[in-house]
């Protein structure tokens, strides 16, 4: 290469590796290190990540499932995947082949997007709202249909407290797998569709058959998405409940957050313990999806 | 129009109404009195509008939004302008030039992509500390265009690929230099693209609260996000001055997403990591 050429890496070169490359290595080795406050004292070998598996917050296999939350920042995180998956995927593709017909689609597209272009911070706030005993909707939609029994501020409970924002960030987040696949389906060429028809398959029958598996490529990248999207859940907890009550709606980044930041003293070494399992999530990720780009 | 027909439109449009309806909330409580949406803003007894919220958030005593949007401007500007350029030039580096390890760089790429910002927190702080950029704006700028820089790179890049060769090539043949014709030609052609890295860029800095939380901690530097965690506070919540809040941080990238939707979603499409 040209002496050149180097300068149209460099800059970028630069800023990822002094502000997300080299944190990353660090991150690794310190977590093989024990620490005392923002002491580094020795090498330690694994014995900061047998210590995570041992927090109860991390994980508590005691409770889980048999008894109540708190369940631990990895199990809450586990949930999240399983719930929030699985219906951003489907809700994505029925809004997606619903509004495809649709005149003015396009308006409801953007009502449903909106969740996705204001920040997140609001999102906690607005969730953290709808949830409120007095002043929120879904209390005032219980009480209307005669549940008045059931009206509580959801988000304030141990054992709603993580559904409730689980649900939150789906109707918040959702509108991503929406215009993957409302992409996904104008690339379905008409003739097969109209093929099928002919054919005298059933609109059903061409959904399964036809639009879903021409789809898959939009299912993986939504899958995908959504994956980080979870592991980086952060600011809405904050906002809403900062992982309360009780540790019961805790995320993975907001436990990390606050054994680094707000514990006294801090505890690095289980902190950066649980983030290189992050980095390492990242890592298979990144693994899986270029080995596909390459097939 | 067919039955079925009708029933698919009550459908999208209650889907559409059902999602934006706590929208509607944090509008109707940022310009009514507390008072009367204390028990529901969709009840309409005594209605009356208010601006008092808005100007109560405006000069709120701990966390004033007149000072947070001031901060966020002039954090997202540049942190917008320099991810423009940094990614520009090394997407188009990606895609024309060959060059050693592009392989290895190409997967840190996507590694960054799908990492969370917590994973490297704790390296990183002490690391700004040490470079005498914790608790300033150029130190949250620069974290702001590193991570922004992968998908934009990616993005940019597949943009240049998709771009025939030739006039390039004939402009190299005239002696222009790299940089010349980057300039002159290939720059220019990008626009479309650019103005989706812009607006997504835009929007992701001035949402984005994580980073923010972690290298300003005067208030006189606090960001908008930052602002909206103090003034909801813990135990007692005023739904009216947290929703005037909510509605002044979100106007900005709503009023980015209406205006140039085409590019938003682009952007989001393109952004993505492919499965």
Redesign the interface.
Known sequence: ??R??????L???I??I???????V??IR?SFWSWEGRQMLGFTGLSNYTDLFARKDFINMERFPTSGPPYGALINSLIWMVIYLPMVVILGLV?AV??R??KG????K?????????????GG??????Y?N????IN?LLRFVGLGNFTRTWTAFPDTALPSLILGSI?FRVG?AM??YS?GLELIPEELNEAAKLDGASSWKIFWRITVPMLK?????????ST?EV??M??MV??AT?GGPGGSSMV??LL??LK??FRVPPD?GV??AM??F??L???I???F??R??EQ | MKKSKVA??I???S???V?????I??LM?SIRPFRQ??????HFAGFSLTVENFIKVWNHPTAPLSKGLLNSISIVIPATVLTI???S??G???AR????FKGS???????????????????????MMRLGLMNTRIGLI??H???G??WS?LFLRNFFISVPEELEEAARIDGA???TV?RKIVFPIARPAVLSVMILQF?WT?????FAL?ILHSPDKWVV?QC??LI?G?YY?D?SL??AS?MI??IV??II??CL?KY??RG??GG????
């Open positions: 290469m040209k050149t050429r180097i300068l149209f890496l800059p970028a070169l800023l990822l002094v502000f997300a490359v080299y944190p990353t660090e991150t310190m809004f619903l509004l017909d649709v689609s396009f308006i409801i953007s009502m449903i997007l909106i969740g996705m272009v204001v920040p997140m911070v609001v706030v607005v969730v953290r709202f709808m409120d007095s002043a929120g909707i005032g109707w991503f215009i993957i992409a490529p939009c299912t993986l990248t939504v899958v995908i998405m980080i592991c980086r952060f600011d904050y906002t900062f993975l980044g990390l957050y680094a930041f690095i902190a950066t983030a290189t992050l980095a999530i990242a890592a990720i990144a693994y999806s270029v596909r780009t | 698919i439109y459908v999208a449009w889907i559409g109404i999602w934006i309806l706590p929208f909330g944090v409580s949406i204390v028990d529901g803003w969709w350029i940094i990614a030039l090394g188009y580096a990606f030039f060959k060059f050693r760089l190409f997967f840190i790429i996507i590694i960054i992509m799908a990492m969370s910002p917590q994973a490297v927190a704790i390296p990183l702080t002490f690391e620069l974290v265009t590193t991570w820089l992968p790179m230099s790299d940089l980057f929007i001035w949402n984005e609260f994580f972690l996000t909206i965690p909801k813990r919540i739904w947290v929703s909510s941080t979100m990238p709503l997403f209406i939707q938003y979603i989001v499409m993505a990591i492919k499965g």
